[in-house]
C-alpha cells in the first residue's frame, strides 16, 4: 500500500509540475534589451509565445518604461491613464491570455520616434487542446507537439516507476 502512495504522489506531483516546466522566459531584445533604435518586430519574428510564457523587459529604471496597450494605442504611440506602467528596469511580464499584446515605452518620443514597442501574438497554452496538432492555432500541423511527446515519457517513467515499487 505505501508503495502505491509513493506511486500516486510521484504522479499528481508530475502532472502539475511539467506545464510550468514548459514556460519560456524571453528577454525582450536579447542583449540589447529594451532600448532605443532596435527593431522588435524583427526580434519577435519567428518567436512563439504562448500561456505561461514571461517576457523580461531589460532597461535602466528612469530612463524607460513598458506599458501593456491596446491596438489602438500601440499604433498611436499613446497609453490611457489607466494602463498600467512598470519601471523598475527589470519588468517581468507574464503572458495569461492568449491573443495580440502590444508593448511600448511610455517616455515621450521613444515610442513613436525611436521603435521602443513591440507587438506579439500569444498562443494558447502548450499541452492546451487549443494547441494539438492540426488545430488552427498550431503553429504547424506537421509538426509533432512537444507537450503531448513530454507527458507522454512522463506517463511512461511513472508507470515503471510504479511497476518497480509495486
Not at 78 to 94: C, E, H, K, L, P
Request: proline share 5%.
Amino acid at each position: 500500500m505505501a508503495s502505491f502512495n509513493i506511486f500516486f504522489i510521484i504522479a499528481i506531483v508530475a502532472f502539475f509540475a511539467v506545464p510550468s516546466c514548459l514556460a519560456t522566459e524571453f528577454t525582450v531584445g536579447d542583449e540589447k534589451g529594451w532600448s532605443l533604435d532596435f527593431d522588435y518586430q524583427s526580434w519577435a519574428a519567428g518567436k512563439e509565445f504562448h500561456v505561461g510564457d514571461k517576457l523580461v523587459f531589460n532597461y535602466r529604471a528612469g530612463v524607460h518604461n513598458v506599458i501593456g496597450v491596446s491596438g489602438i494605442e500601440f499604433q498611436q504611440c499613446q497609453a490611457s491613464s489607466n494602463n498600467t506602467v512598470r519601471s523598475t528596469g527589470n519588468d517581468v511580464i507574464t503572458l495569461s491570455t492568449p491573443g495580440r499584446k502590444w508593448y511600448i515605452c511610455g517616455v515621450p518620443g521613444h515610442c513613436a520616434a525611436r521603435n521602443m514597442k513591440l507587438n506579439i501574438t500569444v498562443l494558447a497554452q502548450v499541452g492546451s487542446p487549443a494547441t494539438a496538432p492540426g488545430s488552427p492555432t498550431s503553429p504547424s500541423a506537421a509538426t509533432p507537439n512537444v507537450a503531448f511527446s513530454f507527458y507522454g515519457w512522463i506517463a511512461v517513467m511513472v508507470s515503471f516507476i510504479g511497476l518497480v515499487f509495486v
